[in-house]
């Protein structure tokens, strides 16, 4: 059974920052690659961050510079560290795993995160 959970969401004042991770299991996790997502009250699920297998990461416009991606193979975990959060980050972070070269793809439960003073 494929699992993604997500975990190291909360509320955190603008400025701040938070790591999320993202632990999968009953995926060979080495020859997936990894995105992070996120969908705000309302609004539509956008693409955040992918890393690919072999590590190639790239970024949407509105965090670059502010979020890095990175992955632990050995312990078949995706991270996501977000700093100077902003109001706007505000939404449930979504995991999601692709096997290169295929559509096979898994979500996780999600995450929510909160920027707010």
């Given at each position: ?8 969401g ?32 309302g ?38 560290q ?36």
């Open positions: 059974q494929v699992q993604l959970v997500e975990s190291g909360g509320l955190v004042q603008p400025g701040g920052s938070l790591r999320l991770s993202c632990v999968a299991s009953g995926i060979v996790f080495s020859i997936y690659h990894m995105g992070w997502y996120r969908q705000a009250p609004k539509q699920r956008e693409w955040v961050a992918t890393i690919s297998s072999g590590e190639w990461t790239t970024y949407a416009d509105s965090v670059k510079g502010r979020f890095t991606i990175f992955r632990d193979n050995a312990q078949n975990t995706v991270y996501l977000m700093n100077s959060l902003k109001a706007e980050d505000t939404a449930v972070y979504y995991c999601n795993g692709v096997m290169a070269g295929t559509t096979r793809n898994y979500w996780g439960q999600g995450t929510q995160v909160t920027v707010s003073s």
